[in-house]
């Protein structure tokens, strides 16, 4: 009975040991899953960076963008600002250059001088002609004389900075007084006159245009210099020397060039900077009689520029009928060119500013994202001449 028992134990127990001994492990993944599972990770992964790249792109562009838009809104309100107190009874001269024959090619570097009304205040305190005890001194007033031009380095190569000066005008005795020692008075076109002399220091008119912000002419000392003759004379040689210094146009064969040259890394300098990563900057005025834009390369745009404003066999601007450098007296027009000079009245034949200047210029961001920059025509309105 025993013995029997024992063996159908046995019988029994023996299909259970070998149902667990045949059980399967759990089900693996195979490996076209495993394929499927890395291509769809891949095309996932690829999709998100197709994303973060477009997000970084626009990004990008729109910091890029935001950095124009404040450069524009900087360079545009200053230039209304000024141009709002436009003294159309001071001297203005906007002069224009062509570098190279073909005027296709040609290089605009314009530059205007002008006075202005306003609310004006140096950046900086300003050496006095007082004692060496007298400490310096800020100069505030409410008339300044005012230039836009593309800055230059000490070696005088063009840089992408679009500067800015403003020399107020004071009566201050402290900086018009030229009859203590060493004055500081600027400009003294009796002094510059007298070149030939020896007397006039063109490297020290060049600094003091840079780094004084002050005039103590005058709209009335810079007529006196045009000498107000009947009939109407060419300006002495003073005016000739004072724009060569504040335009960097050589004039009259003076041999005196300035311009307005900007260190960046010096902080007497950082008055000057109106914007940087300018380039291009142009200015033209609007021609009445014949309803177009003056100086410009074709005006028909008719692809010949044979009727361009700017001579092609000399290289400057046409002097038949020529913006070149202006002032204004007495209600007439006068212009000077360069190299050759001549003055006089801006008729029918020779338009004068007109009742608008157009300021046309290319903006870049600081990162150059946008290779070829951003191209801006603003439009001041100046009314009758």
Request: hydrophobic residues 40%.
């Amino acid at each position: 009975m025993t013995s029997h028992t024992a063996t159908m134990r046995s019988s029994c127990s023996s299909p259970v040991t070998h149902y667990r001994a045949r059980r399967r492990s759990p089900r693996a993944f195979t490996l076209v899953e495993v394929l499927i599972a890395i291509a769809i990770l891949a095309i996932a992964l690829g999709a998100m960076g197709v994303i973060f790249r477009m997000s970084l792109e626009a990004y990008r562009a729109s910091s890029a963008t935001a950095e124009i838009m404040r450069k524009l809104r900087a360079i545009t309100e200053q230039l209304d600002s000024d141009f709002k107190g436009l003294r159309k009874d001071g001297v203005i001269f906007l002069v224009s250059i062509v570098d190279d024959p073909d005027p296709t090619k040609c290089k605009r570097e314009d530059r205007i001088v002008f006075f202005a009304n306003g609310d004006f205040q140096s950046y900086d305190d300003q050496t006095t002609n007082s004692k060496a005890s007298v400490p310096k001194k800020a100069v505030r007033g409410n008339v300044a004389r005012i230039s836009y031009m593309l800055a230059s380095d000490s070696s005088g190569r063009t840089l992408d900075i679009l500067a800015r000066s403003q020399h107020i005008v004071t009566a201050d005795p402290d900086f018009a007084n030229k009859t203590v020692p060493s004055p500081v008075a600027f400009p003294d076109f009796d002094l510059i006159s007298g070149l030939a002399a020896g007397a006039y220091d063109p490297n020290d008119y060049m600094t003091k245009n840079n780094t004084y912000e002050y005039d103590t002419d005058g709209l009335q000392g810079w007529w006196d210099a045009l000498q107000e003759d009947e009939p109407p004379v060419l300006p002495d040689y003073g005016l000739y020397a004072m724009l060569s210094t504040c335009t960097d146009i050589e004039i009259s064969g003076n041999q005196v060039q300035g311009g307005l040259t900007v260190d960046v890394d010096d902080p007497a300098a950082i008055h000057l900077i109106l914007a940087e990563g300018v380039t291009d900057f142009s200015i033209q005025g609007w021609c009445p009689t014949e309803a177009r834009w003056y100086p410009s390369v074709d005006p028909n745009m008719d692809g010949d520029v044979a009727d361009s404003d700017f001579n092609v066999s000399g290289g400057v601007i046409d002097t038949t009928a020529a913006i070149g450098t202006m002032w204004k007296r007495r209600g007439s027009w006068f212009v000077t060119y360069s190299p050759s000079v001549k003055a006089g009245n801006f008729g029918s034949d020779i338009p004068g500013m007109g009742k608008v200047l157009k300021f046309t210029f290319t903006l870049y961001d600081s990162r150059r994202y946008f290779k070829e920059g951003r191209k801006f025509t603003h439009m001041v309105y100046i009314g009758e001449n």
